[in-house]
Each structure stands twice: as structure tokens, then as C-alpha cells.
């Protein structure tokens, strides 16, 4: 029977987001259809086939472990008690890190060549462009403050289709970094790694539902051939010319001079992400206490903004397959996660699996339904993150903000339906 609710819940969020939807008619079906598919056979190889599992841990480990290297310069910097201020003196000097590899990946061609192998794989697939389909890919293993690097040329000119997908994966997905905090914390790793490479294809699918391509594609220079052959095929047919950005090469003179141009552009994302941060979370906290005083007023001293989520996502809760007499807990992580943040719901969530204050199924729905960057906090930072890379793009960001957070939220619900189908 809940495995029957997990079903019908998958129908219902992509009903959801239908009826949401900016332009139903121009909703191409076959990519979201190829986009679940993959969202629901990535989720099959990862859970039931011990390979899968096995394949995925070492690619994310490998990143991950990459990743880490970004500590040593910062405990040159701050000091070896770096880490007792984990956003500033951790995650920040991690983009710096991967700005200056971007610059160098990018000034040796390696960057081009990834973004137009997949863009060719896509194209014959999903039918999405290269940059939102690596960015989206990106996220399986770096977080949606690095991802973007990835597309950088490519941002000033996607359409807003694009820019939304982009954004999506962003909410969609976590780092691979605090996997493995996640994991230190009782989480199931095998559904934390299913989750974030579920995600990946089923963002794509769910943010075209939300916001459909309706015009062309900002298809890039390397593109293969067969693109180019459509881009021919539609100047003939006299329909409107697909922007082509010119080719992403780097400026820098010499590998050096890449890295540290990369790391330069690393820091001015560092201080536009921890700035609008500052400004989001306070005002977050402002709400709060206005909420907690008028609760007080009217005898519900823990009125807040996630209490008032809670009882909103107990329906949600209820139709990812969640048995019912857990719904009430798992709505609660559902609207910590989304006004605060996965980090402090994945908190709460292990010390309830710690307690056996909830069951085995409830916990694995909740493990994938939290799996994911969609907070409020969140959109400030990719504001941050698009905005400071590309200016221009910023008020573009700020107006797709919230709709595509709820789109990754989706894509996380509905993994978490699918995870409730097969466990």
C-alpha cells in the first residue's frame, strides 16, 4: 500500500509542477520522460546493484578527496583550528581552490571538451543544452557554488530555460564534500549517493517542466556536428538564429597566470556569496523571532517559519510514502531543511534514527527527500554565486530564485517517492 502511495506521489509532484508551469504547451515530454527514466534507473543501479554503488563511491571519493587538497592552503592562512569556522575558513577557500583549477582546465581546453562531449550525449538524449546538462551533471559530485565555474562562459548568454535548469541543479543536488559530514552522522551513505546521482537527470526533467526551452538553445562552439547541421536547417526555414557564444578560451598567457586569474574570480565569488548570505539568514532570523513573539501572544511560544512548513509538508510527507504515524517528524526536517538548511535537518534526522524515533522506511524517504541545496538560503547564495560571476544575469537569478528552488525540492521529492518504490 505505501509503496503504492510512493507512486501515485511521483504523479502528484510532476502534476504539481505542471499546473506551475510557465508555458504548459511548450513542455517537451520526451525530455522530461528520458529524464525520470534516468532519474528512476540511476536510482535502481545505485540501490539494488552492489556495482553501481561501488562505481559511484570511488568517482565521489576521488572528487571529494581533490577537494580537500583546499585545506592545506587554508590552514596555512587561518591556522589549524580552521575548521572551527567551517563556512568562512572551510568551504570558501574550497571555491578559491576550485576557481584557480577551473582558470587552469579552461586555459589547457579540458573544460570545452567536457561541456561539448555531454552536450553531444544530450543532444541525442534529453535534447538539453551543454551548459545546463553539465552544470546539472557537475552537482553529483561538487556543490552549486562550484558547478557554475564549470559553465562560466556559457552563462551570459543561456536563455532563461537554461538558467533555471542551472539553478535547479543547484537546489536539487548536494556537495560531495558534506556527504561525507552526512555520513559522520549515521546517515545511510549508499541512499546518500543514490540520492545525489538521482538527482542529477531528474532536475533536468523537472526544471523543463517548470520552465519549458520555448525558444533556441545558446548552443556553444563545440558543438558536433549535427547541431550545427540543425542551426543551418533553421536559417532556411527562416526561424530565429540560435545565439552561439564565442569560444571559451581562456586570457591568461601561461598555466600560472590561468590559476591565478581562476583564483582571483574565487574570491570575488567568496565575498558575494558570504554578503548576501549574511543578509538572507539575518532577515530569516528577524521573521523568526517576530513569529516567536506573536506565538507567545497567542499560546504557541514555537510558532516560526519552519513550524508553520511542518504542517504544510505533512501532506507532502505523506504522499513520498512516508507511513503516517512518521509523517509529523519528517515534516518537520522537510521545513528545517528548507528555511534553514540539510545540514541541521540531517541533524535532527540521524538523532531520530539514533532514537528509533522513527521507522526504517520513514528514514530512507526522509535520507533522499533531504538530499538536496533547496533552502532560502540557498537562493541567496546562487544570487551570490550566477550574479557575481555574470552581473548582468543577477536580476534574472533573483526573479527564478524561488521557482526554482521548489523545482529542486520536487526533483528531491520525487526521488524520495522512488527510493519509497523500491525499498
Known amino acids: 500500500m505505501e509503496r503504492a502511495i510512493s507512486l501515485?506521489?511521483?504523479?502528484?509532484?510532476?502534476g504539481l509542477a505542471y499546473l506551475f508551469s510557465v508555458?504548459?504547451?511548450a513542455i517537451n515530454w520526451r525530455t522530461v520522460t528520458i529524464g525520470f527514466l534516468l532519474q528512476f534507473l540511476m536510482g535502481l543501479f545505485v540501490l539494488k546493484l552492489p556495482i553501481g554503488y561501488q562505481i559511484f563511491k570511488f568517482i565521489g571519493d576521488l572528487v571529494t578527496g581533490?577537494?580537500?587538497f583546499a585545506d592545506a592552503g587554508a590552514e596555512f592562512v587561518f591556522g589549524a583550528d580552521f575548521r572551527e569556522h567551517f563556512f568562512a575558513f572551510k568551504v570558501m577557500p574550497t571555491v578559491i581552490f576550485f576557481s584557480g583549477v577551473i582558470g587552469l582546465l579552461y586555459y589547457l581546453g579540458v573544460m570545452q571538451?567536457?561541456?561539448?562531449?555531454i552536450a553531444g550525449l544530450m543532444r541525442r538524449t534529453m535534447r538539453t543544452s551543454g551548459p545546463e546538462t553539465t552544470s546539472c551533471a557537475a552537482n553529483i559530485f561538487i556543490g552549486q557554488t562550484e558547478a557554475p565555474l564549470m559553465i562560466k562562459p556559457f552563462v551570459g548568454r543561456v536563455t532563461l530555460s537554461e538558467l533555471h535548469a542551472i539553478m535547479t541543479g543547484g537546489f536539487a543536488t548536494v556537495a560531495g564534500g558534506v556527504l561525507a559530514a552526512y555520513i559522520s552522522f549515521g546517515i545511510n551513505p549508499e541512499q546518500l549517493i543514490a540520492a545525489s546521482v538521482m538527482n542529477a537527470p531528474g532536475a533536468l526533467a523537472m526544471s523543463k517542466v517548470f520552465f519549458p526551452q520555448t525558444g533556441k538553445f545558446s548552443y556553444d562552439s563545440v558543438l558536433d556536428e549535427e547541431l550545427k547541421e540543425d542551426e543551418i536547417a533553421r536559417k532556411e526555414a527562416g526561424e530565429e538564429e540560435v545565439l552561439i557564444p564565442p569560444e571559451a578560451a581562456s586570457t591568461a598567457k601561461d598555466p600560472i597566470g590561468a590559476i591565478a586569474d581562476g583564483a582571483i574570480q574565487g574570491i570575488q565569488l567568496v565575498l558575494a556569496i558570504m554578503a548576501i548570505l549574511i543578509a538572507f539568514l539575518a532577515l530569516i532570523a528577524a521573521i523568526n523571532a517576530f513569529l516567536g513573539w506573536l506565538g507567545g501572544l497567542i499560546g504557541v511560544p514555537q510558532l516560526s517559519m519552519e513550524f508553520l512548513l511542518?504542517?504544510?509538508?505533512?501532506p507532502l510527507a505523506f504522499i513520498m510514502g512516508v507511513p503516517i504515524a512518521d509523517c509529523a517528524n519528517v515534516a518537520?526536517?522537510?521545513?528545517?531543511k528548507i528555511i534553514l538548511n540539510e545540514f541541521i535537518a540531517y541533524t535532527d534526522l540521524a538523532e531520530a534514527i539514533s532514537n528509533s524515533a522513527i521507522g526504517a522506511r520513514a528514514a530512507t524517504i526522509a535520507t533522499f527527500a533531504l538530499c538536496g541545496f533547496a533552502n532560502l538560503g540557498s537562493i541567496g547564495q546562487q544570487i551570490?554565486?550566477?550574479?557575481?560571476?555574470v552581473p548582468s544575469r543577477r536580476d534574472d537569478v533573483a526573479r527564478l530564485g524561488v521557482r526554482a528552488m521548489i523545482a529542486g525540492s520536487f526533483t528531491n521529492f520525487v526521488s524520495a517517492a522512488i527510493a519509497g518504490l523500491l525499498t
Do not use: T, W
Request: aromatic share 18%.
Open 332 to 336: 518537520v526536517f522537510l521545513g528545517k
Open 23 to 25: 508555458n504548459r504547451r
Open 8 to 14: 501515485i506521489g511521483i504523479l502528484i509532484f510532476f
Open 66 to 68: 581533490f577537494l580537500n
Open 113 to 117: 571538451k567536457i561541456v561539448g562531449a
Open 384 to 389: 551570490g554565486v550566477i550574479g557575481g560571476m
Open 310 to 314: 511542518s504542517y504544510l509538508l505533512f
